[in-house]
């Protein structure tokens, strides 16, 4: 790789290529070369100024002013948000539970508890569970429906 | 990047809200612009974060609503081209004098390198050139960011390094005559 081809790379090639560590053949040659090691260095040089210059770029007004102005900070005491949406999720997919395992409850349907290490019937599905969990398979009574509960 | 608080909505916009200005800054080229995009993003990510459902991060998400605002913001304001030609990179280096840059950098060369950022680089590749080479950003991340696909993230960022490199250089001719 001579010095035109490298100068041609380096105008477009990724900031690792720069500074020798992506492409192994153009990172021999700037170990190798100063002249294209010094352009290298001035173009993450400038680069980087380019990025001080951006992150020295400040709003004109803190975010302690705004939040303040918006309402969300009183007095210097944070204000917390009520969030509601955990909230509605957690408490549909509670519901969704109830409505699907309470009749299986109270159909006295017979449950078998079978964990990992126990002998599985012949007709359920043998679950591997993680490492430190247990698994639990709820036969439903339907043959096309088990409930597995990893725990 | 910098660790991310787990704790309230305002407290994670505490945390983004200097990246939002910059990205604002970024789109519109216009500190006071970026301003109010900062503000009005930060209003809008405030109203809308119960819908956040995590399929993209956070910064995804807070990137896209302050691209949105910015963008209405300034086709209300008669479109970016005419805004852009508002802009003096001259004053914003001025304006800038309490920063230091790397010392090898002399003011003129900044000057030059933020006018070819600001007036040179199509919009989108400004964006992508910002968010991958000088945030840090994974190319595949500033292509959802924008809303493209990655192919065409990474042509507007070669497109990009290649006239800011190219201005760079511009200013070391004794460096490309003594190579090779």
Not at chain 1, 130 to 140: F, G, M
Not at chain 2, 74 to 85: K, L, S, Y
Not at chain 2, 167 to 173: A, Q, T
């Amino acid at each position: 790789m001579d010095c035109s081809e490298v100068r041609e790379l380096l105008l477009e090639c990724d900031i690792t290529d720069l500074q020798g560590e992506g492409n192994p053949p153009l990172g021999d040659h700037l170990q190798d070369c100063p002249g294209c090691r010094e352009i290298a260095d001035e173009i993450m040089t400038a680069e980087s100024a380019l990025n001080s210059f951006l992150e020295s770029r400040n709003p004109s007004r803190s975010y302690e002013e705004v939040a303040v102005e918006l309402g969300w900070i009183d007095g210097g005491k944070r204000i917390r948000f009520f969030r509601p949406l955990p909230l509605i999720i957690s408490t549909a997919a509670a519901a969704i539970l109830l409505v699907v395992a309470l009749p299986l409850f109270n159909r006295n349907v017979d449950l078998p508890i079978v964990g990992v290490s126990t002998e599985l019937r012949a007709e359920l599905p043998v679950v591997q569970a993680p490492s430190e969990k247990t698994a639990l398979i709820l036969d439903s009574g339907n043959p096309d429906y088990q409930i597995i509960w990893l725990f | 990047m910098s660790q991310i608080p787990e704790n309230s909505f305002e407290e994670l916009i505490g945390h983004f809200y200097p990246r939002i200005y910059r990205w604002a800054l970024v789109i519109t080229g216009d500190p006071d612009s970026a301003d109010d995009v900062t503000q009005e993003a930060v209003i809008r990510a405030y109203r809308h974060f119960g819908t956040f459902r995590g399929d993209s991060s956070l910064s995804t998400w807070l990137y896209t609503i302050t691209r949105n605002v910015a963008v209405g913001m300034m086709t209300r304001e008669n479109g970016r081209n005419q805004r852009q030609e508002q802009i003096s990179a001259e004053e914003m280096v001025a304006d800038a004098s309490g920063v230091t840059p790397a010392e090898s950098i002399d003011r003129n060369q900044l000057l030059e390198i933020v006018r070819s950022f600001f007036r040179e680089l199509s919009d989108r590749q400004r964006e992508v050139f910002d968010l991958v080479d000088l945030q840090g950003y994974r190319p595949t991340e500033a292509a959802e960011m924008l809303g493209i696909d990655a192919a065409t993230a990474r042509t507007h960022l070669l497109r990009a390094r290649r006239t800011i490199r190219g201005r760079i250089l511009d200013h070391y001719p004794e460096l490309l005559e003594g190579a090779g």
